[in-house]
């Protein structure tokens, strides 16, 4: 089974970027927006063996990689926050 590992790493992330943002917190489709335009602006890192999952933990460990995609979250929160792509 091929995984992308950016994905797990954004589900992980993501609790912690929007406690300002209440309504993300609460709406699984802005939640999911958040998500697809955050691993749209950032590369996949698929890993295939637990070789490949020791590869991509020890790269989320390179503080320049976590930044990188905290930042690609917070963008997409407030992209999803300024433009809800649902009725409220
Ligand atoms: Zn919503």
């Known amino acids: 089974m091929v995984v992308n590992y950016m994905e797990s790493l954004v589900d992980h992330l993501l609790p ?51 930044v990188d995609v905290q930042q690609e979250i917070i963008k997409a929160v407030d992209k999803v926050m300024k433009y809800p792509q649902h009725d409220q």
């Open 16 to 66: 912690s970027l929007i406690d300002e943002n209440k309504h993300i917190l609460d709406c699984q489709k802005c939640q999911d927006d958040v998500k697809a335009i955050a691993l749209n602006n950032l590369k996949p890192v698929y890993v295939v063996t637990d070789k490949g999952t020791l590869y991509a933990k020890a790269k989320e460990f390179n503080p320049q990689f976590q």
